[in-house]
């Protein structure tokens, strides 16, 4: 149970999620339909496909599918853990997020689906990136399970039953950013198309520069690996 919530978790879970909103807003209002952030809706379509026989949909919903499914393998590959912890490898997964809805904002001009591919997958490294803390489960591209978590927290509230509030708080944070960044998303999706992928991705840059400056002010980093190979 989380007792108190460190800054850099706070934030950065915050800036992740209205990100999250802003790509997912621009990958549905864009040509392909499709949400990017999470992959629930899209496994009822893929079904959908199925029963219809609908061999392109089949072969470019389960290739969406796959898209986020290779994020999160990349981000387990680069972070190598579960548990957030100040020091790891998240500036790198950020980079690379970055890169992905760069990709993304190219091939979405071009009018190719793979754009959607490049941005799912960047939505699959980030919401696996982000995963747990104090034994709570963080997720910052989709709302569903933290909207439950949330949901059941009030319900033991209103029955009298200790909760977490600093958790509570921090889904709360979670759940307004991606609806702030949904909005936001869908406005300059409307006024200046895919372009609105700039916001997003300027976030995620700055997020990964943040956490990289951060991250080698620790005093571990500054130890000499010699010393440290020593001890």
């Known amino acids: 149970m989380i007792t108190k919530l460190p800054r850099w978790i706070l934030w950065g879970g915050a800036v992740l999620a209205f990100s999250a909103g802003c790509v997912n807003t621009a990958a549905l209002m864009g040509f392909a339909n499709l949400s990017v952030s999470h ?20 072969l470019y ?7 986020f499914l290779a994020g999160a393998v990349l981000s387990g590959f680069v972070i190598g853990q579960v548990s957030l912890k100040l020091g790891s490898r998240y500036g790198r997964a950020l980079y690379m997020e970055a890169a992905l809805l760069l990709i993304s904002y190219w091939l979405y ?55 977490s509030k600093p958790t509570l708080g921090f889904q709360a944070i979670i759940w307004y950013c991606f ?13 200046v198309g895919y372009e609105a992928l700039f916001v997003p991705i300027a976030i995620v840059l700055t997020a990964a520069f943040l ?21």
Request: glycine fraction near 10%.
């Open 39 to 58: 992959v629930t809706g899209n496994v009822s379509l893929f079904a959908a496909a199925i029963a219809y026989l609908d061999a392109r949909s089949i």
């Open 211 to 231: 956490y990289n400056h951060a991250s080698d002010r620790l005093p571990e980093k500054r130890v000499p690996k010699r010393e440290r190979h020593s001890s």
């Open 179 to 191: 609806c702030g960044g949904s909005t936001v998303g869908a406005f300059l999706f409307a006024k």
């Open 109 to 163: 001009q071009q009018h190719d689906y793979l754009g959607q591919l490049a941005a799912a997958m960047a939505c699959g490294l980030q919401n696996a990136m982000v995963a747990t803390y104090s034994g709570a489960v963080i997720r910052t591209t989709h709302l569903t399970g933290l909207t439950s978590d949330m949901g059941a927290a009030i319900g033991n509230w209103l029955a009298g039953r200790p909760i």
């Open 61 to 67: 919903i389960g290739a969406l599918l796959l898209s």
